[in-house]
């Protein structure tokens, strides 16, 4: 299984910005670049929720509406690793962000993907 491990979350004021990375490891005899990536959110009380997805050669990325024209992700298949960059935060955007892995993936959704990182938080005051 493929390990993901989070990491550039923290405390940001409303309107801000952050940089996540997910950073991958243990593709058993695959290659990064066969994975599609994709970030999610939990707030506290709130189920999972997508916030978005990226092809595993980057050329195509999905968001979610809660997000869209606020953050991008990118990936560096040189450097095992995926980036969602945020901008414009909210506090709305407050919740621990997982990182996910779908080998040979195309789905956008939570139920779609394999592996999983154990979380960031992310907290936004205002």
């Known amino acids: 299984e493929v390990q993901l491990v989070e990491s550039g979350g923290g405390l940001v004021q409303a309107g801000g910005s952050l940089r996540l990375s997910c950073a991958a490891s243990g593709f058993s005899g695959f290659s990064f670049d066969e994975y599609a990536i994709g970030w999610f959110r939990q707030a506290p009380g709130k189920e999972r929720e997508g916030v978005s997805c990226?092809?595993?050669?980057?050329?195509?990325?999905y968001y979610f509406d809660s997000v869209k024209g606020r953050f991008t992700t990118s990936r560096d298949n040189a450097k095992n690793t995926v980036y969602l960059q945020m901008n414009s935060l909210k506090p709305d955007d407050t919740a621990v962000y997982f990182c996910a892995a779908a080998f040979r993936g195309g789905v956008c959704h939570r139920d779609a993907m394999d592996s999983w990182g154990k979380g960031i938080l992310v907290t936004v005051s205002s």
């Open positions: 990226i092809s595993s050669s980057g050329g195509s990325s």
